[in-house]
């Protein structure tokens, strides 16, 4: 029994989708201290990041593979506005994402699963809780074979 070496891996873009910026400074702290290295890229909110995937305004688009950290409570298009019309995109409609928030509702996870996100991770959780889903999503890309 022959057993294939890895594939190597591709470089995953991480879009972190975050209105508030001391929310933001945490998630790359949590990023930095896990040594993820994957470049990351900023959107204010749904728009914007809609706008960054597609390579609006005469940019090119953000390289695939594409990993999105998502909130929910963003001004102009908020997570599940944007969910929507990334799952209505042909282009877009497969990235992962995972839903990073302070929302403990029910409804709102419920939701957010049934537009088919990753996981769903409260961020108000903070110290040990958070590092540990830090640490889920570096071994997420680590181990998970993208398309």
Known sequence: MS??????KIPITILIVEDDEVDLMTVKRGLALRKIANEVVTAKDG??????LRGDAGRPPLSKPIIILLDLNMPR????E?????????ELHS????VLTTSKSD?????????????????????????????????????????
């Open 47 to 52: 728009l914007e990041a809609l706008q960054l």
């Open 77 to 80: 298009m908020n997570g599940f």
């Open 82 to 90: 944007f969910l929507e019309a990334l799952r209505k995109d042909q």
């Open 95 to 98: 990235t992962i994402v995972f």
């Open 107 to 147: 409804e709102d996870r419920a939701r957010a699963y049934a537009a088919n996100i990753a996981g769903y991770i409260v961020k108000t959780d903070a110290g040990r809780t958070f590092s540990n889903a830090m640490e889920m999503l570096d071994l997420y890309w680590q181990v998970v074979v993208l398309p």
């Open 3 to 8: 057993m294939n070496p890895p594939s190597p």
